[in-house]
């Protein structure tokens, strides 16, 4: 297993961990991304949120998602290991905090994965601490919905960020035959009484200079966790930032990797 202490220590970098507990079980307090922000309640209180590493029945979820079912699987992994939030009404950047939140402090922020250099081409085995990545919050002042001015078109627009709902649901139309699921995920970000399909419709016909404000409203309040970490190349010594990919195994480590730092007696 992992050394505890350096676990700890590291996880603190990333702001998670409070404190060292021995019942595995109990629930930690949680500071999202979203610092709960889209989560007010109609006296404008943010709801108190707590997390526990994983179990073995959660980490099941995960060994068994595939391509069909992962939505239910990290829908259920958040109901078990969360509490304060709805996992469905949970905004996408804050549940993939909560997903690196599990994974770190129910393993280890070690994450080693074997890539071609950016700079040189040459293939490189690299271990990155997850726990030094940069947590993205939304700022202080943000609440939902926003209106944002559509010159163009001469509207006012309500907008709101992606729930974990809005992906299960796009996930089913997809599955269904709908094709553009580009424009389907700012459909959904519209708050309003017309319906998704014309939603489409109407983002359609706007004009690229008034679509570039809903675009941009999701890159402004973009949230969560940014997986680019530096590495430097041991072959061509030049340090380069890496995207580091979202791979199966940064939700699950293998054994091996996890037994290499245990002592079997």
Known sequence: MPEPKDVIEKAKQFNLVGKKTEDTSAFLDLKLPSKGLPY????????ETKIRPMKVKDEKLIAEMTGNNFEVRFLQLIRNTVRGIDAKEMTIGDRLYCILWLRINSYSPRYAIQFNCLSCNSPILHEFDLAKLTVLELPDDYHEPMTAILEDAGDDVQLRLLRVKDEMEIAQKMASGEKDEWLLRYAYSIVGSMTVFEK??????LSSKDFSIIRGYQEIFN?????KQAYTCPDCGVTEILDIPFRPGLLIPEGSAMASRTTYK
């Open 200 to 205: 489409m419709k109407y983002i359609n016909e």
């Open 40 to 47: 007010k309640d109609k006296e404008g209180k943010v709801p």
């Open 223 to 227: 949230h969560g966790v940014d997986f």
